[in-house]
């Protein structure tokens, strides 16, 4: 049988995996930060209908350009974005795979403060990008210090910045974003996948946008939003960047039904985004609750929990796993995550912990 090694693969490819989770038949998932809450009929009705509207014409191709669907995006995002400063793709994966294509690259560079979400490295070597992993600080912090003083180390072409930062959850201190755009030389991108699930007062980079042309923050429908298998990922930025990002874009790369569905769902999306207190109120109270336990757990700003298990994570993993709980190993020694889901799904997770005790 022909194995990988048998291919002439490139040889910065050998030996690795294929990135993704877990995807395991058990009463409770809690493992990639999915909202446990099902789309509501009256949603699901108007997708269906948005969908059917759009079968006839399957024939032809997509609207290249997205442009109803990124001006209904940029109404989401408020903060005075137009059309011309929204960009859309399949996930916000595929939206910062196309920022590195456009500004990334053989002979560049990008640096991310670790750990931090584990498909950045990944998207850099997919386009040849080279990686730097920069430190965070004590409890995986990162104060404007820190990241400066390491971006003027390394000068890298791209910096990526999450705020909630995956897997730990802390939302960064909107110094730390201005202070990284006034030292680093090229492109800077927030990951603000979680940014619906911050608690009140947190400041998003949209609001710097203004006189940044630099700066770019992604975001996801796939959280908040419930819409993890419609993948749809978006950013913000200058007009400029929209415009380096289509000259990288595989053509009609966003479905007519994708488009379709996304629109129908930003129509919906009071009765979409009424999970996220409900998934907040879940989110603190395992906080809560963990560390009423003893445990050191990560401040959150997202719909999952990083906590320490007071030994090797992944014999941690398998016993909660074998009460029917899977959580994220991360590979962060000592340390688990765990998404915040229903209160049933917190009772049955807390349960499970006391098996760890």
């Known amino acids: 049988m022909t194995t990988l090694d048998d291919l002439p693969i ?9 990135y993704g989770a ?7 998932r809690l493992n990639t930060n999915e909202n446990s809450y099902p789309v509501p009929e009256p949603v699901v009705e108007a997708i269906g209908k ?21 001006a209904d995006l940029a109404g989401y995002l408020g903060h005075g974005l137009t059309v011309e400063q929204v960009w859309a793709a399949n996930g916000s994966n595929e939206i910062q795979q196309q920022l590195l294509q456009a500004f990334g690259g053989p002979g560049r560079t990008a640096l991310g403060f670790t750990p931090a979400y584990s498909m950045h490295p990944l998207l850099a070597l997919g386009t ?18 820190e990241a400066v003083a390491q971006v003027r180390a390394h000068r890298p072409d791209v910096v990526f910045l ?15 974003v201005a202070a990284v755009l ?12 979680y940014a619906e699930f911050a608690r009140p007062g947190t ?3 949209l609001a710097v946008l203004p006189g940044h042309p630099r700066l770019v923050v992604t975001r996801t429908m796939s959280k908040a939003f419930g819409f993890a298998g419609g993948r749809l990922g978006y950013l913000a930025a200058d007009p400029a960047v929209v415009a380096a990002v289509q000259l990288v874009r595989l053509p009609y790369h966003l479905s007519a039904l994708t488009q379709a569905a996304a629109r129908a769902a930003l129509a919906h999306r009071d009765a979409l985004l009424g999970t996220v207190t409900a998934i907040m109120q879940q989110r603190d109270r395992i906080v809560a609750e963990l560390r009423a336990r003893g445990h050191r757990v990560a401040d959150s700003d997202a719909n999952f929990v990083l906590f320490e298990v007071g030994g090797e994570q992944s014999t ?37 912990m006391e098996k760890l005790s």
């Open 182 to 193: 006034a030292e680093a030389p090229g492109m800077v991108i927030v990951d603000e996948a």
């Open 162 to 176: 999450c705020s909630p930062n995956n897997p730990t959850g802390t939302a960064l201190d909107p110094a730390v």
């Open 10 to 18: 490139r040889d910065d490819l050998r030996g690795l995996k294929p």
């Open 128 to 145: 040849g990008t080279g990686w730097i992993p920069a430190a965070r600080g004590v409890d995986f912090g990162l104060t404007a210090d």
């Open 203 to 205: 400041v998003s980079a």
């Open 316 to 352: 941690a993993w398998r016993t909660l796993l074998d009460a029917g709980v899977l959580v994220r190993d991360v590979g962060l020694p000592g340390w688990l995550r765990v998404t915040a889901g229903t209160p049933a799904e917190t009772d049955a997770f807390l349960t499970a």
């Open 50 to 70: 948005a969908l059917a509207a759009e079968l006839r014409d399957l024939n032809r191709y997509p609207d290249r350009d997205a442009v109803a669907l990124r």
């Open 22 to 28: 877990p995807q395991l038949d058990v009463p409770v």
